[in-house]
């Protein structure tokens, strides 16, 4: 680079902070994080400088404030990034208007509707004979009842496009519902159109099990469409409270050639450039891999990949700034944790929690063996707890959020429901 690094990181959450420590790590610069309010999880931080936009919902408020942000840093080299999708899409959407300043690391507009609206994923996992739950797609502008007599109850639902269904408003809303009977259903897609949501909305088969049966896969791809790097993990458990519903807040990396050269297989085949977030389950009745959907980002989880030993902003830089080929040991360096396929090699575990409370939730014995060893050989990170960040008033807020998880997860998720569910699926 010519000229210093700046970066710039839409969001407010545990993924937004993840990216600028992740920046952080690797170059030693303070990004610039832009969210909608003030939260604890960015403020009082030493590594960032946060800057409250109060019309983050509005791309022109959006577009203004990069703006504003690249006047005040003309010396520096610019990337932007956002950890939500509609974020994401406010970028892509708006690329033409930042490309003379930033660097805007993701994929067209064509592309990224269509990978991200889970019809069109779904459709494009049966051209390829990838696995994919059976699915119903519901259009919720009509105001009729779905189909779902291909379904047995339970089932999830869940919108089509994450970005659309980001400005509805209802009560109970979630990312991810799990619906048990069909009356249950058409009154919840009755409060989703209220809701003010008109797009499709997918209903799909249920496959048993916990938390635990839950997977997730990172790709980074040239710009040439090839996929250079990967890192699969193993999810613990996922957060329960309304809001983060279905996140993981516990993984373990480890390796999974068969998924990735299946989600490689999906990602060459259209051209997608950038990092790919995948969300997959296995199915213990048939011991597939099922994929759900793709994000078009690095996800909220994502420090599971830096935790691990790669960190996962370098092909950023690398590549879109410096010009040069993201080659996996040229740019994680040659200690990396990577073999010779570009994928992550090495076993690490993420977790947003405590160690006790995560525990508490793992029934398979070898599962919580593997997570136990890694907590007391201290293999394991936790993104918010960061060397570099000792402002009394931040450790505070994260002393008592770590409490809290206790009783949140008594509220949203006891033990003997998740017990049942890891039963279901065994």
Known sequence: MSRRLQPVVLGGDIGAYSLARTFHEAFGVRSVV????????????????HVVEPGIDDPEAIVARLHAVARQHADADLVVVASADWLVGTLVANADRLTDRYVVPYVGQALFDRLTDKE??????AELGIAHP?????DVASSGEPDTSGLTFPVIAKAASSAAYHDAEFEGKK????????????GLLKRVHDGGYRGAFIIQDYIPGDDSGMRILTCYSDAQGKVRFSAFGHVLLEEHAPGALGNPAGIITELQPDVVDQARRLLEHVGWTGFANFDLKYDPRDGRYVFFELNPRLGRSNF??????????????????QGLDPDPRAVLGPRAPVNGDGAL???????????ALLLRYLFDPRLRG??????????????????????PRRVAYLLVAQVNHFRKYARHYPVADARKLWEAGR
């Open 134 to 138: 059976t699915t119903v797609v519901h």
């Open 120 to 125: 069109e994923f779904g459709a494009l996992c």
């Open 345 to 355: 090699d090495g076993e690490h575990l993420y977790t947003v929690l405590p160690g």
């Open 370 to 391: 593997r997570a136990r060893r890694l907590l007391m050989t201290r293999k394991a990170t936790n993104p918010l707890w960061y060397r570099h960040e000792w402002d």
């Open 175 to 186: 990312k991810v519902f799990t619906v048990g009977t069909r009356a249950e259903l058409v």
């Open 34 to 49: 832009i969210s909608g309010a003030s939260t604890g999880l960015v403020r009082h931080s030493r590594i960032l400088d």
């Open 304 to 321: 599971y990949i830096t935790a691990a030993g790669t960190n996962a902003v370098k092909f950023y830089v690398h590549e879109h700034l």
